[in-house]
Protein backbone atom coordinates (compact mmCIF):
# COMPACT_ATOMS: atom_id res chain seq x y z
CA UNK A 1 0.00 0.00 0.00
CA UNK A 2 2.60 2.29 0.59
CA UNK A 3 4.58 1.83 -2.75
CA UNK A 4 1.20 2.25 -4.23
CA UNK A 5 1.07 5.81 -2.59
CA UNK A 6 4.09 6.78 -3.11
CA UNK A 7 3.96 6.06 -7.05
CA UNK A 8 0.40 8.03 -7.41
CA UNK A 9 2.11 10.70 -5.27
CA UNK A 10 4.81 10.76 -7.94
CA UNK A 11 3.24 10.34 -10.79
CA UNK A 12 0.82 13.47 -9.74
CA UNK A 13 3.97 15.76 -8.98
CA UNK A 14 5.97 15.35 -12.41
CA UNK A 15 1.84 15.63 -14.49
CA UNK A 16 1.38 18.35 -12.19
CA UNK A 17 4.31 20.37 -13.69
CA UNK A 18 1.95 23.86 -15.05
CA UNK A 19 1.17 23.67 -10.90
CA UNK A 20 4.31 22.60 -9.26
CA UNK A 21 6.65 23.99 -11.48
CA UNK A 22 9.76 22.69 -13.60
CA UNK A 23 10.15 19.47 -13.40
CA UNK A 24 13.52 17.36 -14.09
CA UNK A 25 14.42 13.68 -14.12
CA UNK A 26 17.91 14.14 -14.15
CA UNK A 27 18.57 10.01 -14.72
CA UNK A 28 15.73 9.02 -15.82
CA UNK A 29 11.88 9.42 -14.23
CA UNK A 30 12.97 7.78 -10.85
CA UNK A 31 11.11 4.27 -10.21
CA UNK A 32 9.37 4.84 -6.59
CA UNK A 33 9.75 1.70 -5.75
CA UNK A 34 13.31 2.34 -5.41
CA UNK A 35 15.25 5.67 -3.10
CA UNK A 36 15.71 8.50 -5.08
CA UNK A 37 16.44 12.29 -4.08
CA UNK A 38 14.57 15.25 -4.98
CA UNK A 39 16.24 19.03 -4.79
CA UNK A 40 13.44 21.61 -4.75
CA UNK A 41 14.78 24.84 -5.72
CA UNK A 42 12.68 28.12 -5.21
CA UNK A 43 14.04 31.45 -7.33
CA UNK A 44 14.24 34.43 -6.42
CA UNK A 45 12.99 36.81 -9.24
CA UNK A 46 13.13 40.06 -6.72
CA UNK A 47 17.54 39.63 -6.77
CA UNK A 48 18.03 38.76 -10.58
CA UNK A 49 18.97 41.44 -12.42
CA UNK A 50 18.55 42.30 -16.84
CA UNK A 51 21.69 42.35 -18.61
CA UNK A 52 20.50 45.23 -20.77
CA UNK A 53 17.81 47.54 -20.80
CA UNK A 54 14.33 46.05 -21.79
CA UNK A 55 16.08 42.42 -22.06
CA UNK A 56 14.41 39.43 -19.35
CA UNK A 57 16.28 38.71 -16.13
CA UNK A 58 19.16 36.69 -15.89
CA UNK A 59 18.17 33.00 -14.45
CA UNK A 60 20.85 31.42 -12.11
CA UNK A 61 23.26 28.99 -13.83
CA UNK A 62 24.10 26.16 -11.53
CA UNK A 63 25.22 22.55 -10.86
CA UNK A 64 24.14 19.75 -8.21
CA UNK A 65 26.90 17.19 -7.06
CA UNK A 66 27.76 13.97 -4.43
CA UNK A 67 30.66 13.57 -2.82
CA UNK A 68 31.07 10.34 -1.10
CA UNK A 69 32.65 11.03 2.03
CA UNK A 70 34.76 7.86 2.35
CA UNK A 71 36.05 7.69 -0.76
CA UNK A 72 35.77 11.06 -2.46
CA UNK A 73 33.75 9.65 -5.02
CA UNK A 74 32.10 12.26 -7.00
CA UNK A 75 29.08 12.68 -9.42
CA UNK A 76 27.14 15.44 -10.88
CA UNK A 77 23.21 15.36 -10.94
CA UNK A 78 22.53 18.05 -12.57
CA UNK A 79 24.13 21.31 -14.62
CA UNK A 80 22.42 23.97 -16.73
CA UNK A 81 23.71 23.68 -20.04
CA UNK A 82 25.49 26.33 -21.13
CA UNK A 83 27.70 25.82 -17.91
CA UNK A 84 28.02 22.16 -18.29
CA UNK A 85 28.88 22.46 -22.13
CA UNK A 86 30.44 25.87 -22.36
CA UNK A 87 28.06 27.33 -24.40
CA UNK A 88 27.35 30.76 -23.90
CA UNK A 89 25.48 33.46 -25.46
CA UNK A 90 28.05 36.47 -24.92
CA UNK A 91 31.60 35.05 -24.59
CA UNK A 92 33.37 32.09 -25.74
CA UNK A 93 34.58 30.94 -22.12
CA UNK A 94 33.12 31.68 -18.22
CA UNK A 95 35.53 29.96 -15.93
CA UNK A 96 34.04 32.13 -13.02
CA UNK A 97 30.16 30.66 -13.59
CA UNK A 98 30.50 27.97 -11.28
CA UNK A 99 34.55 27.01 -10.82
CA UNK A 100 34.52 25.32 -7.85
CA UNK A 101 32.35 22.57 -9.98
CA UNK A 102 34.63 22.71 -12.95
CA UNK A 103 37.54 21.24 -10.56
CA UNK A 104 35.17 18.74 -9.30
CA UNK A 105 34.54 17.58 -13.57
CA UNK A 106 37.75 17.19 -13.94
CA UNK A 107 38.17 14.61 -11.58
CA UNK A 108 34.83 12.97 -12.63
CA UNK A 109 36.51 12.72 -16.49
CA UNK A 110 39.52 11.33 -14.95
CA UNK A 111 37.03 8.68 -13.20
CA UNK A 112 35.24 8.09 -16.63
CA UNK A 113 31.77 8.56 -14.82
CA UNK A 114 30.94 11.67 -16.23
CA UNK A 115 28.28 12.37 -19.42
CA UNK A 116 27.19 15.94 -20.17
CA UNK A 117 24.02 14.89 -21.98
CA UNK A 118 22.85 13.07 -19.14
CA UNK A 119 23.35 15.15 -16.44
CA UNK A 120 22.28 18.84 -18.30
CA UNK A 121 19.28 20.97 -19.15
CA UNK A 122 18.44 24.11 -19.95
CA UNK A 123 18.18 26.59 -17.37
CA UNK A 124 14.41 25.89 -15.89
CA UNK A 125 12.16 29.49 -16.11
CA UNK A 126 9.53 28.46 -13.82
CA UNK A 127 9.82 29.56 -10.33
CA UNK A 128 10.58 26.21 -9.09
CA UNK A 129 12.24 23.71 -10.04
CA UNK A 130 12.88 20.23 -8.92
CA UNK A 131 15.53 17.97 -9.61
CA UNK A 132 14.44 14.07 -9.12
CA UNK A 133 17.33 11.90 -9.32
CA UNK A 134 17.30 8.24 -8.66
CA UNK A 135 19.96 6.54 -6.48
CA UNK A 136 22.32 4.30 -8.20
CA UNK A 137 22.89 1.27 -6.01
CA UNK A 138 26.73 2.53 -5.41
CA UNK A 139 25.46 4.96 -2.53
CA UNK A 140 22.85 3.00 -1.10
CA UNK A 141 23.97 2.87 2.44
CA UNK A 142 26.91 5.57 2.13
CA UNK A 143 27.48 9.01 3.44
CA UNK A 144 27.38 11.75 0.93
CA UNK A 145 27.90 15.39 0.68
CA UNK A 146 25.71 17.49 -1.93
CA UNK A 147 26.80 19.98 -3.30
CA UNK A 148 24.46 23.17 -4.88
CA UNK A 149 26.95 25.82 -6.92
CA UNK A 150 25.12 28.71 -8.45
CA UNK A 151 25.84 31.87 -9.80
CA UNK A 152 23.51 35.09 -11.15
CA UNK A 153 25.49 37.54 -13.59
CA UNK A 154 25.45 41.14 -13.30
CA UNK A 155 24.33 41.00 -8.92
CA UNK A 156 26.86 43.80 -8.45
CA UNK A 157 26.84 45.47 -5.01
CA UNK A 158 29.03 47.95 -3.59
CA UNK A 159 32.37 45.29 -3.20
CA UNK A 160 31.77 43.47 -6.21
CA UNK A 161 30.84 46.31 -8.91
CA UNK A 162 30.56 47.19 -12.65
CA UNK A 163 33.37 49.62 -12.09
CA UNK A 164 36.40 48.61 -13.99
CA UNK A 165 39.90 48.82 -12.51
CA UNK A 166 38.03 48.07 -8.86
CA UNK A 167 39.32 44.91 -7.04
CA UNK A 168 35.96 43.33 -6.91
CA UNK A 169 35.46 44.20 -10.80
CA UNK A 170 35.04 40.99 -12.53
CA UNK A 171 32.68 41.74 -15.73
CA UNK A 172 28.95 40.54 -16.06
CA UNK A 173 29.75 38.27 -13.23
CA UNK A 174 29.21 40.58 -10.29
CA UNK A 175 29.34 38.36 -7.16
CA UNK A 176 30.71 35.24 -6.93
CA UNK A 177 29.57 31.93 -7.36
CA UNK A 178 28.04 30.56 -4.01
CA UNK A 179 27.85 27.23 -2.51
CA UNK A 180 25.64 25.09 -0.36
CA UNK A 181 26.25 22.00 1.84
CA UNK A 182 24.28 19.19 2.89
CA UNK A 183 24.93 16.08 4.48
CA UNK A 184 23.14 12.48 3.82
CA UNK A 185 23.36 9.09 4.55
CA UNK A 186 21.20 7.02 2.30
CA UNK A 187 19.62 4.86 4.76
CA UNK A 188 16.70 3.69 5.67
CA UNK A 189 16.27 5.07 8.91
CA UNK A 190 18.16 8.62 7.89
CA UNK A 191 17.13 12.52 7.74
CA UNK A 192 14.70 12.89 5.02
CA UNK A 193 14.18 16.33 4.87
CA UNK A 194 16.96 18.71 4.74
CA UNK A 195 17.81 22.64 4.00
CA UNK A 196 21.56 22.80 2.78
CA UNK A 197 23.84 26.12 4.47
CA UNK A 198 25.78 28.33 2.75
CA UNK A 199 29.56 27.71 3.60
CA UNK A 200 31.32 29.94 0.94
CA UNK A 201 31.66 31.00 -2.88
CA UNK A 202 34.20 30.36 -5.78
CA UNK A 203 37.11 32.15 -7.02
CA UNK A 204 35.05 35.76 -8.47
CA UNK A 205 38.07 34.87 -11.87
CA UNK A 206 37.51 31.08 -12.11
CA UNK A 207 41.05 31.22 -11.80
CA UNK A 208 41.14 28.48 -9.34
CA UNK A 209 38.55 25.71 -8.29
CA UNK A 210 39.15 26.24 -4.55
CA UNK A 211 36.42 26.92 -1.86
CA UNK A 212 36.37 30.61 -0.26
CA UNK A 213 34.64 30.69 3.10
CA UNK A 214 34.44 34.40 3.97
CA UNK A 215 31.03 35.55 2.31
CA UNK A 216 31.25 38.82 4.51
CA UNK A 217 30.91 40.56 0.67
CA UNK A 218 28.08 38.46 -0.45
CA UNK A 219 24.67 40.23 -0.26
CA UNK A 220 21.97 39.77 -3.13
CA UNK A 221 23.49 36.51 -4.14
CA UNK A 222 23.11 34.53 -0.79
CA UNK A 223 19.25 35.19 -1.68
CA UNK A 224 19.62 33.24 -5.06
CA UNK A 225 17.00 31.15 -4.44
CA UNK A 226 14.01 31.94 -1.90
CA UNK A 227 14.55 28.00 -0.73
CA UNK A 228 16.52 24.90 -0.95
CA UNK A 229 14.97 21.42 0.14
CA UNK A 230 16.34 17.90 -0.30
CA UNK A 231 14.06 14.91 0.16
CA UNK A 232 15.52 11.79 0.49
CA UNK A 233 12.28 9.51 -0.19
CA UNK A 234 12.50 5.64 0.22
CA UNK A 235 9.57 3.10 -0.38
Known amino acids: MQKLIIG ?9 GSV ?4 ITANGN ?5 PYLMVNLVYNFDVYKRPFFLMPKSHPTYVIWLEEKESGYRKSIFVTRKAGKNDWSFAKRRPEAIPVWYGVNKIEKRQRTFDIDAVSGATPTDEMVQIYWQIPDYFKGKAVDLYIEANNSFDFNDHYTRKKGTPGY ?39 HRLFEDISSITTAAQTFQDIRISYVTP
Do not use: M
Not at 30 to 34: F, H, L, N, V
Open 8 to 16: LTLFVVLIC
Open 30 to 34: PDPSK
Open 170 to 208: SGANGQPSLIWKASLVFKDNSLRDISPQLIGHGDLFGEN
Open 20 to 23: LGYQ
